[in-house]
């Protein structure tokens, strides 16, 4: 990841009870591009829970600890640092405002601060004093408005109590690890006599009760969410770190001055946090780099400013369009960063060009391929081939036009000899017109020779012996040495080899547009096949979230029945059935094969009808040929014109200097013939 940040930064800020993002912290996210490890910390205000992310940034400052009963921490802060044990990882911490706030007074802030810690992380860490008593967990009721604060699909409002029940299966694919950290533990974990582990204390503060009385879902409900929501849940419970006095500078105690028992258990929940914390992912597995988060985090952020409930399903669409679209560019840049070095080789043969535009557009589509994702129908892909499409074809005119200015070129000079002898007069005498025919097939000759001429030599050629033909014609007719009847035998010599320049310049034509017909096909295959494997990766990675989330509440079912919940039992029974209903399809092998089968066709057709109609036949490809020529030969006389009108304004009026008008007639006469090949 780019250089770790020195201090954190405000990444959402929260004034006067309204939300924004910051865009200094926004623009630290975008240049990461690895895969983000977040891990979010929630909890009542004045608990500590500053001083556990400094642990884990693996400093001894940065995020505000504050000394007093004041909160120092508003909104929600972010610190970048390299992830400690996985290589290639970034580590994500957010710090969150204290919750309960007596200064800010509005729960239902609170309650948003505490739903963007749980949409944004991997890991929630919730931050508590003393025991997990009834107490505690009343405090923390914002996880029982989760569902009125967070929807998983985009719903009417007429379908939204239908799908309450299934949303509350749902939450456990999407929800981070939920850790539990009890600061200021002074008890002893025992129960009936016997100690516990950590976790079994938590699992006992969880328990739910039997009865459906009023009382009995209010105990219950808090306690129910946490298990249904948190596919994974850890507890640590922390001793005092050092004598009540001395708190107010814990930031600047050196290690050895803390409780070894409180040191302790920082360091197995800091080697919890880095060993189990997965990377972040959106709904369908997708794996986020910190230019995602980025975006999941304006998608939030303006959604609950403006009033309306995050949606998962929405965010990753939008952060899938402006992912796509930048992995378009990046696809983009890729290919014409990779054509440069053929490029500057112009003119180059076709099949140079092609071989290494097949290679980069291999790599131009593996980079759309690492950054794109929920590309469902291949329309991203389509927009890259296209752009493509759209450069390899200006690389090939390019390429042609460099072809058709050398070989201009070549031929002027090679037939300058032939022009000297006819504006000399050596082929107006008997015989000139067997001299003129030796010298002009002499020149051809060398021209074929030639090397490095391009594509279009032989379509040059023809176009030359073409525009050559009147001033071969003129000179035989005038040649008194032969006779008629032979010069009729040299005319219908000369039609038979413009004939044979013709086809030969149209084979060549016909060759360069299968040649390129048939790369492009090959291209698009490789780009269809790239594509299913991208699908069928995301479609695993789907089916191992589904399959998670069903061993959860499958384990959950087996409690439920064992301390005989049958109220509770039967909504878990539920949402395993429309769990179970989800991983069949994505397990139905043949109606995968067949959507993937019916996908592919369509993007096929879709994504290479551009290209086969453009090159099938070469119609299309040559007549853009022919305008783009046209625009030149427009271009070129404008200029002609232009520079003809500034030298007529330079010249003295030819009534009183002739013999300066002669002079432009004679140079003006004289430059179509050197500008004839």
């Keep these: 990841m780019p250089r770790p940040m020195p201090a954190p930064l405000c990444l959402v800020e929260n004034v006067d009870g309204k939300l924004s993002a910051r865009e200094d912290a926004l623009r630290v996210l975008r240049t990461i591009r690895e895969p983000v490890v977040v891990v979010a910390v929630v909890g009542l205000y004045r608990t500590g829970k500053s001083y556990l992310m400094n642990r884990l940034a693996g400093r001894p400052s940065g995020f505000a600890l504050g ?21 290639g990882h970034a580590l994500v911490l957010l710090d969150t405002e204290g919750l309960g ?56 409002a007429s379908a939204m109590e239908d799908e309450d029940e299934e949303e509350d299966a749902q939450f456990v694919q999407f929800f981070p690890k939920f850790i539990w950290a009890v ?34 879902v209010s105990y219950n409900l808090p306690r129910q969410c946490i298990r249904n929501y948190f596919p994974t849940r850890k507890c640590f419970t922390f001793p005092f770190p050092t004598a009540p006095e001395n708190m107010t500078r814990l930031e600047s105690m050196s290690q050895d001055e803390l409780s070894p028992e409180f040191l302790d258990v920082t360091n197995r929940f800091m080697q919890y946090v880095f060993k189990e914390s997965r990377v972040k992912t959106a709904k369908g597995g997708h794996e986020l780099t910190g230019t995602l988060l980025s975006h999941l985090v304006q998608t939030y952020v303006s959604t609950i400013a403006s009033g309306r409930v995050p949606c ?3 965010a990753v669409v939008a952060m899938a369009q402006i992912e796509n679209q930048a992995a378009v560019q990046e696809g983009l ?57 759209k450069e390899y074809v200006e690389l090939l005119q390019q390429n042609e036009d460099a072809s058709e200015k050398t070989c201009r070129k070549l031929l002027s000079e090679l037939y300058a000899e032939v022009v000297k002898k006819h504006q000399d007069g050596i082929y107006a005498t008997p015989g000139g017109y067997e001299v003129y025919r030796a010298d002009r097939d002499r020149a ?34 005038a040649d008194k040495k032969l006779s008629e009847s032979e010069k ?142 046209t625009m030149q030969l427009k271009a070129a006389m404008q200029n002609r014109e232009l520079k003809r009108q500034a030298l007529q304004s330079k010249v003295p009026n030819p009534a009183t200097t002739p013999s300066s008008s002669s002079s432009t007639t004679s140079s003006t006469s004289k430059a179509p013939e050197s500008s004839e090949v």
Excluded at 68 to 86: A, D, L, N, R
Excluded at 344 to 366: D, G, Y
Excluded at 381 to 387: M, Q, R, V, W
Aim: aromatic share 6%; with cysteine; charged share 30%.
């Design 101 to 156: 706030d007596v200064d800010k007074g509005d729960s239902k802030n609170d309650a948003w601060i505490f739903s963007l810690a749980i949409l944004l992380s991997s890991t929630l860490v919730y931050n508590s004093r003393g025991t997990i008593d009834n107490q505690a967990l009343e405090k923390l009721h914002y996880v029982s408005e989760l569902t009125e604060q967070i929807k998983v699909k985009s719903t009417s």
């Design 488 to 629: 009729k035998v040299h005319e219908e010599k000369q039609r038979a080899a413009l004939m044979e320049q013709e086809h030969r310049a149209t084979s060549e034509m016909r060759k360069v547009v299968e040649s390129l017909v048939k790369d492009q096909g090959k291209i698009h295959e490789e780009a269809m096949q790239q594509l299913q494997a991208k699908h069928e990766q995301e479609a695993a990675e789907q089916c191992r979230e589904l399959q998670r989330a069903l061993q959860v509440k499958l384990q959950e079912q087996k409690e439920m029945m064992e301390k005989s919940l049958s109220h509770q039992e039967e909504v878990l029974r539920l949402q395993i059935q429309k769990l179970q209903e989800e991983v069949q399809k994505m397990q139905t092998q043949e109606t995968i094969q067949q959507q993937q089968q019916q996908q592919q066709q369509s993007r096929m057709t879709g994504i290479g009808e551009g290209m086969k109609s453009f090159f099938s036949d070469g119609y299309e490809y040559r007549k853009m040929r022919e305008e783009r020529r």
């Design 312 to 314: 998962l399903e929405n």
């Design 333 to 389: 840049d890729a290919y014409m960063k990779g054509m440069e070095q053929v490029q500057s080789s112009f003119p180059a043969e076709l099949k140079a060009i092609t071989s290494r535009h097949q290679q980069v557009n291999t790599m131009a589509i593996q980079a759309f391929m690492n950054r794109s994702f929920n590309d469902k129908d291949g329309t991203y892909l389509k927009l890259l081939s296209d752009a493509v499409d």
């Design 183 to 216: 600061r200021d533990f002074t008890l002893e974990r025992k129960l009936d006599g016997k100690d516990v582990s950590e976790d079994e204390y938590l699992d006992f503060a969880l328990q739910l009760k039997k009865g459906m009385s009023k009382a009995m």
């Design 444 to 477: 051809v000759a060398q021209y074929r020779s030639a090397s490095n001429k391009g594509v279009r030599a032989e379509e040059m050629l023809e176009e030359f012996l073409n525009e050559k033909c009147a001033e071969g014609n003129s000179i035989l007719q």
């Design 67 to 87: 000394s007093t009963i004041e909160s120092k921490t508003k909104g929600i802060w972010m610190w970048c640092v390299p992830h400690p044990q996985k290589s």
